[in-house]
Every structure is written in structure tokens, then in C-alpha cells.
């Protein structure tokens, strides 16, 4: 099919800025096909990835993120609400932010105005305008006083056909109406096991990011979620999570250079919860998390924060 057309001949460049490019403007190609393209011809196309030693940590600030995709109750008087009112005044250098559906956003927002808890978005549609009933696009989120939106989470990915070229685009319309993507990526069990985590972690940010100039990178959030974590209770460990992140911040070094790469902020998701985030964010190039499951009980989101405050 179109896909494989376009990286069968793809396979033959030689680096892989050139192949980003390509497929950004020939159509779309999702990560995975990718990935078993390149398994299935004994090899990968080939990416550099040098883990030179951690670039000294992120931009020093932490981002714990809850995300409500269920049914959480959100307003003022919400359990939630209560505990975190309890302790956000002693958070000293925590930056939080909740990712809402879009249609809870202005409630939440309400709820956590004098909190300083950031609400942010878990979608957004990458055209700027036009017939496309239903979606919302960046600035309409921006409207509501919205700075963070994800994108492609892995849920969006499996669920609804998010592409990594679609990624790329909702990238650039985030960035484009001045508010801070938070991009997922992260390896499937299988790809672990074959040992190519980090190819297919260097594919998924390089085509985020195509065509992104180095004074927007700055502004991105990365979060690395290894799909066999989310939601599953099988945390990575705080080595593998380190290990990835460092890369992470070694392949935006390397795209867009020593500055760039200490403002972005790179966070690990996937079970993260009250007994093993302390761990997680001890690792040099982890400056945050992005929670599901633990978010829901008020408690273990409190005690996340705290973590976080650790110094
Ligand atoms: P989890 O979810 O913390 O429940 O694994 C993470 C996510 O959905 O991004």
C-alpha cells in the first residue's frame, strides 16, 4: 500500500533527516509500520544514537500531569480539589498541570484558578480553520486559556488513527498558536525485547519535531511512555526510564543544540504512582511525570507532588 511504497524507498537515504522530510510531505506513515518494515529487514534505517553521559537534567522544573480521561469529578468542592488545596501552597518549584477533555476545561479551570494548577488539553485537531465538524483546533483551546495540550498519546494513537505524520502536524498547530505541546512516544513490549527502544524513540521525536525551528523546540514537553506501562501497574524501571530520557535529550541536543535541549522538559509516564515516583524523578533527565491511574486517588497524586518538591 501507499505506506509501504514510501518506505521502501525511503529505506535507501542515507540519514535520516532526509527520510523524516520525505514522509512528512509523501504521506502518512505511522511509527510501528515503520518499525516492522525495518525488523523485517534485519535492520533499521540508519539513526545515530549516541548516549554521550546525561546533558545535566532539563529546565529544573517538574511537571507532574494528571490526566482525566474517565469520569473524575473536577469542581471546586471535589475530594481532589480539597487535597490539593491542602498542599499546593508548600509545592516551591512543582509546576502541575491537569489535561482535561476539552468540554471540562473551563469547570476545571474554575476549580484550580487559585491553586496554581494549569489546566491543559489531551486533543487537539491541527487545521487552523474550516469544515471539519466536531474537532477543535489550537486556537479555540487557546481561547479558553489553555498552554499545554497533548499529543499523540498512545491511546490516540492505537484508538484513532494518530499517525506520526498527524503528530507532527498537531505539533506545529500547538506551537503555532503560541501554547506547549506535550509529546508521547514510547516502544511497545515487542520492541523492547528486539532491543530497538531507541530507534524507534529517535524516529517517533524526529518526525515530531520536523520542520519545528529551534526557538519553538524550546517550548515542547517530551513524555516518555513505554506502551507496556500505561495503565498496566508494570512501571519501567528508574534505570530504563533514565536511559530513555537521556536519549531523548541527546537526540534534541543534537537536532537543535546544548540550549534547546536543557529548556525542553522530558517527562516519564506509564503507572507512575506514590511508591515509585520518587525514584523515577531522581533520575537526571526525568524533570516530571505524566499520571493517569494514580491522578484518580487524591492522596497518591498529593504525595507525587511532593516527590516532585524533592530536591
Ligand atoms: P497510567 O497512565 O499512569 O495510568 O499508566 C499514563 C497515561 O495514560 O499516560
Known amino acids: 500500500d501507499c505506506s509501504f511504497q514510501i518506505l521502501k524507498k525511503c529505506y535507501h537515504f542515507e540519514w535520516i533527516d532526509e527520510y523524516v522530510d520525505r514522509i512528512q510531505f509523501e504521506g502518512y506513515i505511522d511509527s510501528s509500520v515503520a518499525a516492522t518494515w525495518e525488523l523485517n529487514l534485519g535492520g533499521v ?56 477533555p476539552a468540554c471540562n476545561i473551563s469547570t476545571a479551570m474554575k476549580a484550580f484558578k487559585d491553586l496554581r494548577i494549569s489546566v491543559g488539553a489531551e486533543n487537539v485537531y491541527f487545521e487552523e480553520k474550516g469544515a471539519y465538524t466536531g474537532e477543535i483546533s489550537a486556537d479555540m483551546l487557546k481561547d479558553l486559556g489553555v498552554k ?78 513505554p506502551l507496556w506501562a500505561i ?5 519501567a524501571t528508574a534505570q530504563q526510564a533514565g536511559e530513555v530520557c537521556e536519549g531523548i535529550r541527546t537526540i534534541i541536543r543534537k537536532l537543535y543544540g ?6 525542553v522538559t522530558i517527562q516519564y509516564g506509564g503507572s507512575m504512582n506514590a511508591k515509585n515516583a520518587a525514584e523515577l524523578l531522581a533520575q537526571p533527565d526525568v524533570d516530571g511525570g505524566l499520571i493517569g491511574g494514580a491522578s484518580l486517588k487524591p492522596a497518591d497524586f498529593v504525595e507525587i507532588i511532593n516527590a516532585a518538591n524533592q530536591e
Open 45 to 100: 534505517p540508519p539513526i545515530a544514537v549516541e548516549n554521550t553521559g546525561s546533558s545535566g537534567g532539563g529546565a529544573g522544573r517538574v511537571v507532574p500531569m494528571v490526566m482525566y480521561a474517565r469520569n473524575a469529578e473536577l469542581h471546586a468542592e471535589s475530594e481532589l480539589t480539597e487535597e490539593l488545596k491542602k498542599i499546593m501552597p508548600r509545592a516551591k518549584w512543582c509546576d502541575t498541570l491537569i489535561c482535561v
Open 231 to 235: 495503565g498496566t501497574g508494570r512501571t
Open 148 to 225: 499545554y495540550v497533548i499529543v499523540g498519546h498512545s491511546e490516540r494513537r492505537q484508538y484513532f488513527c494518530e499517525t506520526d505524520t498527524t503528530v507532527n502536524k498537531k505539533v506545529h498547530a500547538v506551537l503555532n498558536a503560541g501554547m506547549n505541546p506535550i509529546i508521547c512516544v514510547g516502544e511497545s513490549l515487542e520492541q523492547r525485547e528486539l532491543g530497538v527502544t531507541m530507534e524507534h524513540i529517535t524516529y517517533q521525536v524526529k518526525c515530531a519535531l520536523a520542520g519545528v525551528p529551534a526557538e519553538q523546540a524550546r517550548k515542547v514537553v517530551v513524555a516518555y511512555e
Open 258 to 263: 546544548a540550549h534547546v535541549a536543557r529548556s
